[in-house]
């Protein structure tokens, strides 16, 4: 089960942390993406973490602002976002794979075997 949470509404320019938080399972050689769907589009990938060796993936025009993280220890995956633009609202989702994946395989949806109920996001201007 996995349980997103830390959105909310702020204005251009701040910064909000999502957490996602993985029971009944440790994570400990998964792999968890974020995702996010803004109204009227497709959900797209935002960034991944591999749980065995750190690895990440990101959406390219997301790089330098965006970063995912991980705590063994509380088997919680974290997106920090920093400068949030309005283009940025959207509902943002957790996944998780069951097993590590192929970094080409990051970003695909059909990749992730479990989702999470999705937080909202949305960027005053």
């Known amino acids: 089960q996995l349980q997103a949470s830390g959105g909310g509404l702020v204005q251009a320019g701040a910064s909000l942390r999502l957490s996602c938080a993985g029971s009944g399972r440790t994570l400990s050689r998964d792999t968890m993406g974020w995702f996010r769907q803004a109204p009227g589009k497709e959900r797209e990938f935002v960034a991944g973490i591999r749980w065995s060796d750190n690895k990440k993936v990101y959406k390219d025009s997301l790089k330098g602002r965006f970063t995912i993280s991980k705590d063994n220890a509380k088997n919680t995956v974290y997106l920090r976002m920093n400068s949030l633009q309005p283009e940025d609202t959207a509902v943002y989702y957790c996944?998780?794979?069951?097993?590590?994946?192929?970094?080409?395989?990051?970003?695909?949806?059909?990749?992730?075997?479990?989702w999470g109920q999705g937080t909202q996001v949305t960027v005053s201007s």
């Open positions: 996944a998780l794979k069951i097993g590590s994946l192929i970094l080409s395989s990051f970003k695909s949806e059909v990749s992730y075997d479990y």
